[in-house]
């Protein structure tokens, strides 16, 4: 073999093992290309879910903050309708207070009305001797009324007439004046007792509104209750109407509400 069947012979294994080479590289590099964009795309989704995690931890959040928030409005609310309603019970029994000094105006009115709070004291307290209070500008019609008490009583009970002591030292406290308004007052009545202090009845007309506003109250936040929900449905009406009115655009001519 001469030396150009050599050089042949090599340049032929040079081309061959450069084709080799040159295929083994074209392998590694596809093949790292494909890791490559497997690792890209698994970095990629793993940031994704990390994000997407990250915006439901936050919006739960958000709704947390939203449900804390409208439960703090809620509760406002409600102590604000709650507060109304005091003010409205309050303003109804004040005004109730103020009427009832006009019934000791009637003076045979009142006198009748003196009458059946004593008797109603004595069947109350059922005592062979009572203590009377009252308002010392009542004094003189308390006392016209308890003979008729106190027969009315020993004929409802089948017992001797009762012993009433009508207490000269110390009175209820009269009606308001205009020198001092916010005095302690008491609007009429009397009170019973016993005569060793121990059972005391009070039968006052302020007494009486208190007990009967402690029994109607209930009643009263009811009918309040059901008055605010008429009126927020009747504002809510009349939202929706304005909102229809001001779409009505083709309207031309002035409405008039009667």
């Avoid at 030396?3 to 590099?29: C, H, L, P, T, W």
């Avoid at 008490?149 to 012993?163: D, F, R």
């Avoid at 929900?229 to 008039?256: C, D, G, R, Y």
Wanted: proline letters at 3%.
């Amino acid at each position: 073999m001469n030396d150009g069947d050599v050089s042949r012979q090599i340049q032929q294994m040079v081309r061959f093992i450069r084709q080799e080479a040159e295929e083994k590289a074209n392998e590694i590099s596809i093949s790292a290309e494909e890791e490559f964009n497997i690792e890209k795309l698994q970095l990629v989704e793993a940031e994704k879910k990390k994000i997407r995690q990250e915006y439901e931890r936050k919006e739960k959040q958000v709704d947390v903050r939203k449900k804390i928030e409208y439960s703090m409005q809620l509760n406002a609310s409600r102590i604000k309708v709650l507060q109304a309603q005091d003010d409205v019970v309050n303003s109804m029994k004040d005004a109730a207070a103020k009427e009832l000094l006009n019934v000791s105006t009637h003076h045979h009115v009142y006198e009748r009305l003196l009458k059946d709070l004593v008797l109603q004291s004595l069947l109350r307290l059922k005592e062979p001797a009572v203590l009377l209070r009252c308002r010392k500008e009542d004094k003189h019609l308390v006392e016209s009324v308890l003979q008729s008490a106190k027969q009315e009583y020993a004929e409802k009970t089948g017992v001797h007439q009762p012993e009433i002591i009508v207490d000269d030292n110390v009175y209820l406290p009269s009606a308001p004046t205009h020198y001092d308004p916010h005095a302690f007052f008491c609007s009429g009545g009397v009170v019973l007792a016993s005569r060793d202090g121990k059972i005391v009845f009070e039968n006052s007309l302020d007494a009486r509104l208190d007990v009967l506003f402690r029994k109607k109250l209930p009643e009263i936040r009811k009918r309040l209750v059901g008055q605010l929900a008429f009126e927020i449905v009747m504002v809510k009406v009349q939202e929706h109407n304005q909102t229809q009115l001001e779409n009505m655009e083709w309207i031309s001519f002035p409405l008039e509400i009667p």
